[in-house]
């Protein structure tokens, strides 16, 4: 881990960077902050953890738990919204046995997020999984999806 | 245009890559090779990849043109290529049946686009497409032609007003920047949601209209603010920008006149109070996206505490093209306080959902109607919002009124980041509302109290009308509320919080008074004021509300009524939405 956050830590030096893309870049490197890695961070430029979370916690881009490894995002924008973005939520949160309070199924392997408006708002329902962007979604073929993907986690569990 | 020429243009949009466009444009690159069409048709093809042309519901979209006579296919599938390169590249005869129709028409014929003309015509990974169209001709124009002051009369007499925001003139915007003593000066493009097909689809007009801005405040650096997750975008502009660089329009001594100006990116974060200025350069600095206080205003005192312009996305698209054109082509577009156009998302209920722009002023019925292609499903207009989460509804008695900053202010709404979006009779105006105060609540930064408190209790009001348990004293406090926190609240985000309820409840009052009084919501949306019945007379017992009920809830057997147990309901709707036979009723 400290190598991996030397890179950033210089890489930061080196371009006048910022709280905000110092944090960007952890959490690209871990795909969240983890509390070691903030601690770190800290202890080295002498700013004191506060900073950190303060800003971590007032974007929610941030995450300070790790995520699952199949991201699923749906859109709830006005649009999106309208045309029954809510809906897919609840289902896609019944499917994999999530809690109200919790985005990460226990094995870590999905996570649910919501986001405000991707801007797409002519093909709503949108919803991003894996980076792949989903128009005009609907309930089945997102169960569709996301039974897939669970079934190839399945497999490459077996092997 | 050469004589004989094959071009084929793919809409690579967002949309158009949901849709599957890659593989489309793929498809068709492959059977032109494999079949040696060049070879036969004696004519080379050219595949283009294009933005998005706003018509995203048909995507994707594909442009066929032979000897400049265009063909536009819609919903193209991965499946449709071999026929359309056999039949009409090749066999020279268009396929009517996968030809864009009347719908295609007419959601363009009323538009009319002068920033997203070329979203949807050129490569946008391509500056040389870009040049072709007279590309930064205007920055040329500016910067070895014009002086500064020049550059900002223009843009003054032009007309035209921020696109983001609360409408300031940007000409006037720039001098008081450029009146500064500070030799430091700022200029930031904020790219926002609306501004995403532009980013994807014209790019390079954003980077030109930034350069023209940069020199006339005398800006040495730009930064290009947007959102991390707008892969798509993000891409666009590097690219552009290393295309711009690599050809000396940006960097040192662009256009051989010493102007130097560099532009850089700044990721932003995914929260809604980036849009405020204040806010956007305190996320830039590396802090929480906090509004300052002001004045002093970001135009004296901005990112670093130097003058600082900020504009977005599309208020720089236009100024290549006042500058190019002039500024009596542009303020002849428009009202005679709003010039030029305004591009909108359309969504909703309306039949064509999509990105369109149309010249300020134009009547709210001819977008829903002639661009929007009415109200899907055949259902009734109820109202529209404009202006985003903290605009205004706008009831279906008012769609007549016209489209500008004046007019929508007038009716307590804003021309926002022009979000548009369209309700039908099975929406509840309620709920609508308590959806975008949530929104508001949650992104409200938490700086000053009347937003941050009002928000809150204004949520809780609405969430317990919309539960059955709210009383006729919760308007008189959510009415109190509003007037506190459109009056004292620090930024935008809390002076115009209350819009979405004022305007509801002024045009919407009897919906309010029906949950509160008679305990019923009248569109059948509210889950705790609806009953799902099933009507006995109509079922034919096919099962279908059955198998779609989540909760286990309908029982029945094959051929008989079947029965909702209300124990069990939800009142998800599911039962609603799949029954063929109107044997569902909501009440």
Redesign the interface.
């Known amino acids: 881990m400290e190598q991996r956050l030397e890179g950033i830590l210089n890489n930061y030096l080196q371009n006048e960077g910022n709280v905000i893309s110092i944090l960007q870049d952890i959490e690209n490197e871990f795909g969240y902050l983890p509390e070691d890695a903030i601690s770190w961070i800290s202890d080295r430029l002498d700013v004191p953890p506060a900073r950190f979370y303060g800003i971590a916690t007032f974007y929610s881009q941030f995450h300070l738990k790790p995520r699952g490894k199949h991201c699923i995002t749906a859109c709830t924008g006005t649009a999106c919204h309208v045309k029954g973005s809510e809906w897919l939520i609840s289902s896609l949160t019944s499917e994999l046995h999530l809690l109200p309070d919790e985005d990460t199924t226990e094995d870590r392997k999905f996570t649910v997020e919501k986001v405000n408006c991707l801007g797409a708002c002519s093909i709503a329902p949108v919803v991003v999984i894996d980076k792949e962007v989903y128009g005009k979604m609907s309930s089945d073929r997102l169960m569709k999806l996301v039974k897939k993907l669970e079934k190839k986690e399945s497999e490459k569990e077996k092997a | 245009m050469s004589t004989s020429s094959v071009e084929i243009k793919v809409c690579l949009g967002?949309?158009g890559?949901?849709?599957g466009g890659e593989e489309v444009l793929r498809l068709f690159r492959h059977y032109v090779f494999d079949r040696a069409v060049e070879a036969r048709i004696g004519t080379r093809c050219e595949f283009r990849k294009v933005g998005c042309r706003?018509?995203?519901?048909k995507?994707v979209l594909v442009d066929v043109i032979i000897n400049g006579s265009k063909t536009t296919y819609q919903s193209v599938k991965p499946i449709m290529v071999e026929r359309i390169v056999d039949d009409h590249i090749v066999g020279g005869g268009p396929i009517p049946e996968w030809m864009a129709g009347d719908e295609y028409t007419s959601f363009h014929s009323k538009q009319y686009k002068i920033i997203l003309g070329p979203c949807g015509e050129i490569d946008p990974e391509n500056i040389d497409d870009y040049i072709r169209m007279n590309g930064y001709r205007a920055a040329r124009k500016a910067v070895t032609k014009m002086t500064p002051d020049g550059v900002i009369d223009v843009v003054t007499q032009s007309g035209l007003r921020g696109r983001g925001g609360s409408g300031f003139s940007t000409g006037e915007k720039w001098r008081i920047c450029r009146g500064q003593k500070n030799d430091t000066r700022y200029i930031i493009g904020n790219v926002?949601?609306?501004?995403?097909?532009l980013a994807e689809g014209n790019p390079h007009a954003i980077i030109e209209g930034l350069l023209i801005g940069g020199y006339a405040i005398g800006a040495q650096k730009g930064y290009l603010y947007i959102r991390?997750?707008?892969?798509l975008s993000v891409e666009r502009l590097r690219t552009a920008l290393d295309q711009a660089r690599d050809k000396g329009f940006i960097g040192k001594d662009i256009f051989g006149s010493g102007f130097d100006f560099n532009i850089e990116f700044s990721?932003g974060?995914?929260?809604?109070i980036c849009g405020e200025e204040t806010a956007l350069m305190e996320?830039i600095?590396?802090?929480?996206?906090m509004p300052r206080y002001r004045p002093p205003f970001p135009a004296e005192k901005g990112l670093w505490g130097m003058p600082t312009v900020i504009n977005n996305a599309e208020t720089f698209s236009n100024i290549p093209l006042i500058i190019g054109m002039g500024a009596d082509w542009f303020s002849s577009i428009g009202t005679a306080e709003s010039k030029g156009t305004k591009v909108f998302?359309?969504?909703?209920?309306v039949k064509n959902?999509?990105?369109v722009e149309i010249p300020m002023g134009m009547p709210l019925r001819e977008i829903v109607y002639s661009i929007g292609g009415g109200i899907a499903g055949n259902r009734k207009l109820k109202a529209v919002?404009v202006g985003?989460?903290s605009g205004g509804i706008i009831p279906e008695s008012m769609i007549d009124m016209g489209l500008d900053y004046e007019s929508l202010r007038k009716v307590g709404s804003i021309v926002g980041s022009g979000?548009m979006?369209v309700?039908d009779d099975e929406?509840c105006i309620v709920s609508?509302t308590k959806?975008?105060v949530e929104?508001l609540q949650r992104?409200s930064?938490g700086e000053c109290t009347p937003c941050r408190i009002g928000t809150k209790r204004m949520l809780e009001l609405l969430i317990k009308i919309t539960d059955g348990t709210g009383e006729i004293e919760d308007l008189d406090t959510l009415n109190r509320l509003s007037g506190i926190m459109t009056a004292s609240s620090l930024c935008g985000l809390g002076r115009t919080a209350s819009n979405p309820f004022i305007t509801s409840f002024n045009h919407f009052r009897d919906e309010y008074l029906a949950h509160i009084r008679d305990k019923k919501c009248p569109a059948g949306v509210c889950p705790a004021l609806v009953v799902f019945m099933v009507v006995p007379e109509k079922c034919k017992g096919c099962g279908l509300c059955r198998k779609a009920c989540?909760a286990g809830a309908v029982t029945g057997e094959i051929k008989k009524a079947h029965d909702i147990n209300q124990e069990l309901c939800i009142k998800?709707g599911?039962c609603y939405k799949v029954c063929k036979l109107k044997a569902i009723k909501k009440q």
Do not use: I
Request: with cysteine; aromatic share 14%.
């Open positions: 967002t949309s890559n949901a849709a706003g018509f995203c519901s995507d926002g949601e609306v501004n995403r097909a991390e997750r707008y892969h990721f974060t995914e929260s809604f996320s600095e590396g802090k929480r996206a998302t359309l969504s909703g209920k959902n999509g990105l919002q985003g989460p979000g979006v309700f929406d609508v959806f975008f929104f992104e930064c989540p998800c599911a």
